[in-house]
């Protein structure tokens, strides 16, 4: 069974840097996106950044220039996030998201961690 699993997330004042990652275990046949989501209370899950598997990457605008997503396809498909220039809106619940096909699945699907707290207070 394909796990996700977030790390990095914590207290930051505004201004400040946090940078996420997010382990990839399981058997994995078929790798494509990545990325993360947030989710702050009371609001829906968004599309903070993408990355294909190529390297193309996109992101929401109230990120950009401030968030940069990788991916280490050699390190069993760890996903980062640096985060510069954080501030309390940016504050949520983040998930890291993967689209794969793992050893159990018939086609493709998208698998999700649990989250982790990041939270920009001054």
């Known amino acids: 069974q394909v796990q996700l699993v977030e790390s990095g997330g914590g207290l930051v004042q505004p201004g400040g840097s946090l940078r996420l990652s997010c382990a990839t275990s399981?058997?994995?046949?078929?790798?494509?996106?990545m990325g993360w989501y947030r989710q702050a209370p009371g609001k829906q899950r968004e599309l903070v950044a993408s990355?294909?598997?190529?390297?193309?990457?996109?992101y929401a605008d109230s990120v950009k220039g401030r968030f940069t997503i990788s991916r280490d396809n050699a390190k069993k498909m760890v996903l980062y996030l640096q985060m510069n220039s954080l501030k309390p809106e940016d504050t949520a619940v983040y998930y890291c998201n993967g689209n794969f096909r793992g050893r159990d699945d018939f086609s493709a699907r998208d698998y999700w961690g649990r989250g982790t707290q990041v939270t920009v207070s001054s």
């Open positions: 399981g058997t994995i046949f078929v790798i494509n996106d």
């Open positions: 990355i294909t598997i190529g390297g193309g990457t996109n």
